[in-house]
Structures are given as C-alpha cells and as structure tokens.
C-alpha cells in the first residue's frame, strides 16, 4: 500500500474560512511579537573619515544599550524588560514582555577603535567609527612636468 500525499493547493474543502481564521490568528501581531526575535535594521555608510553605522530600535532607552569591542568585532546589544503591575488586583494571569538582541559588527583594519561614539536619538542609535589618519582618502593635484 502506497501513501499519496495530497497537496495539491486546495485549503480545506468542508470550510474554507475554518482554515482563513487559522491562518489570520497564526499571523496575528501580537502572537508572532512574542514568538520572532527581533532584530533591529541596521544602515552602513563610510564617509572620508569615519564609517556610521544606523541601528532603528525605537522604544528603547539608552541605558538599555550594551555596546563592546573585542579585538575588531563591535558588538551591540539591548534587554528590555517591561512588567505591567497593578496595585490592588489578585491575578489569574499576568504577562511580561522580554525584548533583546545582539547584532555585531566585524570592522575593518582601516577602522580606529580608540574613537567610536554612540548616540541615541528618537529610536536610532548612531555608531560613528573613526578611520585611522592613513586610511583618509587624501586628494592632491598632481603637477606635469
């Protein structure tokens, strides 16, 4: 005896919408905010002088930020914790949201690791990495003789 699986697209023949519900509450926000790690975009840019790096992780404070340097891997990290407590109630249930991540950076020799700055401004924290003097792109005119 032969086992056939069919899956052929059709969603569930007895009651399309049973399946719809399913799938609208497997999709819902709240439930896929607790379940997915959260990982904030970053942007990238090198200047003349410096590399800047954008992380968008609003809601944040920025005590809430950890950032490290090992040997040339910059590291940022955050942990939030938000508990809702009301005086006076006798629960049944109570939630707690958990928020973190880690996101690293490996930087590049031209990098100056004596000089990085970080600064958190409406929800984006802004890394400015130095280069070092030799790595500046240094324009001359150069004369024919």
Do not use: C, W
């Not at 926000?29 to 954008?54: C, G, H, M, W, Y």
């Not at 400015?128 to 240094?138: S, T, Y």
């Amino acid at each position: 005896m032969t086992l056939v699986k069919f899956n052929n697209g059709h969603r569930n023949a007895v009651n399309p919408f049973f399946s719809d519900v399913f799938q609208s509450l497997l999709n819902d926000s709240q439930i896929s905010d607790r379940l997915i790690t959260k990982t904030p975009a970053v942007n990238i840019a090198e200047t003349e002088n410096q590399f800047e790096i954008e992380l968008a992780a609003p809601g944040l404070s920025k005590e809430d930020f950890k950032i490290n340097l090992d040997k040339n891997v910059l590291s940022v990290s955050a942990e939030k914790k938000v508990e809702n407590v009301e005086e006076g109630k006798k629960y049944s249930k109570k939630e707690y949201a958990y928020n973190s991540f880690v996101r690293s950076f490996t930087l590049p020799e031209t990098a100056d690791q004596s000089k990085i700055d970080a600064e958190y401004v409406d929800g984006i924290l802004k890394l400015n990495v130095a280069k070092k003097e030799e790595a500046k792109i240094q324009a001359r005119e150069i004369a024919v003789k």
